[in-house]
């Protein structure tokens, strides 16, 4: 049997840079897991609260995105003029008092401030800056993907935890968790983040950049595709954590049951459909194919009155589809981007991203309270049905050398 060669060392990652890019994606994942944690739970919660209405619930589920995406950018170029680390100390601070406040109020109204404090830590182009600043131009996307990884199993964790830590400590029990993992992550940074020795410019905050990036109409559709996903997402947790227990039966303490085979089953399902689609060059038709499974999974369950299982099996098409979708999007951008323009492009993609889940927890609070449950599932999944045609002649990603071209989205 051969020997396997071994890489070349300016091949790997240095153990600085490995060291940068995990401890960076650790303070994103206890960041986006404090985030998320209450997706699963907090309509449940909240309906005990005096003050509670539908739309209140979803704005207290999405509130956070909308400051997220307001400030996302200007704490990006404030990181450009006073450094990484005092920004990004200064954000985990504020959605640490945010997580405080939404953990003592006793209202609806207070958790949405709350939750609102808590998107104003928006560290999201400040940590990718300084994980630019610490890795080389060769390792960079190495670096992104780990914490991309990251981001991913904070999401996969918050849907196993949440409804299992909520029932021994409750959603403010999570809040508070929330902050004591915002306090971890501050140590993390001072202690374990290396200090950078030089500043790579953050072209997000380039304004020339920026505005070329807002002319470009495909990078535009891949915008508004990832705002509809996050909407999407964002407005069905204002009802699916109801249906589960009205529908399917399932106390709030017994949710993971359902989740922790949905969520596994997903990414086992998801996984090899994101090789094969990029290996073969499959990435159009498997991309339409996943809108339309969005879509279709979203009406079934919209007019789905069964128990456990097919509810199960309706959710296990819904995160299929999330992750894969979540998976290629930015890697999309990333490709599709011109190279110069490509930081101004990801920042403009993450302000989408979190604009599309303010929006969803205001659209789905809405139509719950005007028109019900079912309602609110089926509307989603017109808006799921629009994006099929809106991804339709996007033009095909450069592909490497020696792999097939894939085709485009939608074609």
């Known amino acids: 049997m051969a020997e396997r060669t071994p890489r070349p060392a300016a091949e790997r990652m240095s153990r600085r840079e490995l060291q940068a890019a995990t401890s960076l994606a650790s303070i994103y994942f206890m960041r986006m897991l404090g985030l998320f944690m209450i997706l699963p739970v907090f309509a449940l919660y909240a309906e005990h609260l005096p003050d509670s209405t539908p ?131 501050i140590a993390i940074l001072l202690l374990w983040v290396p200090t950078p020795t030089r500043q790579v410019a953050g072209e997000e905050a380039d304004a020339a950049h920026l505005g070329q990036v807002l002319r470009n109409p495909v990078l535009l559709r891949l915008d508004l595709g990832i705002a509809l996903l996050h909407l999407i997402l964002t407005a069905c947790f204002v009802v699916i954590p109801l249906l589960l227990r009205d529908q399917a039966g399932l106390a709030p303490a017994d949710h993971w049951k359902l989740y922790l085979p949905v969520m596994l089953g997903s990414v086992v399902l998801m996984a090899p459909a994101v ?75 993450s302000t989408a991203q979190f604009l599309g889940s303010f929006l969803g927890g205001a659209l789905g609070g809405w139509l719950h309270g005007a028109l019900g449950e079912h309602a609110t599932l089926i509307g989603t999944a017109v808006l799921a049905t629009s994006w099929i045609f809106l991804s339709l002649g996007m033009p095909a990603p450069a592909r490497k050398e020696g792999e097939p071209a894939p085709t485009s989205p939608g074609g």
């Not at 080389?136 to 990884?149: F, L, N, P, Y």
């Not at 498997?286 to 959710?315: C, D, P, Q």
């Not at 930081?343 to 403009?348: D, E, K, L």
Request: charged residues 10%.
């Open 275 to 349: 090789m094969i689609a990029e290996r073969r060059g499959l990435l159009g038709p498997f991309f339409t194919a996943s809108v339309a499974l969005l879509a279709a999974s979203l009406l079934g369950m919209g007019l789905f009155h069964g128990g456990a299982l097919g509810l199960g099996l309706l959710m296990l098409a819904f995160f299929t589809a999330i992750n894969f979708l979540e998976s290629c999007l930015p890697s999309l951008v990333s490709r599709l981007a011109p190279g110069h323009s490509r930081g101004a492009a990801m920042g403009a993609y």
């Open 55 to 185: 739309l209140k619930v979803g704005l207290a589920l999405g509130a956070y995105g909308l400051t997220q995406a307001l400030l996302q950018i200007p704490f990006g170029l404030l990181s450009d003029r006073i450094g990484r680390k005092p920004v990004i100390v200064g954000g985990l601070l504020l959605f640490g008092g945010g997580s405080v406040l939404a953990a003592v109020a006793n209202s609806v109204t207070v958790i949405i401030i709350g939750r609102a404090l808590q998107g104003a830590g928006a560290i999201a182009a400040a940590v990718m800056a300084m994980a630019a600043d610490l890795t080389s131009e060769q390792h960079r996307t190495k670096a992104m993907a780990i914490i991309g990884v990251s981001i991913g199993f904070a999401f996969l964790c918050a849907f196993l935890l949440g409804p299992v830590l909520n029932a021994h400590i409750g959603v403010p029990g999570l809040f508070w968790l929330a902050a004591g993992m915002a306090l971890a992550a």
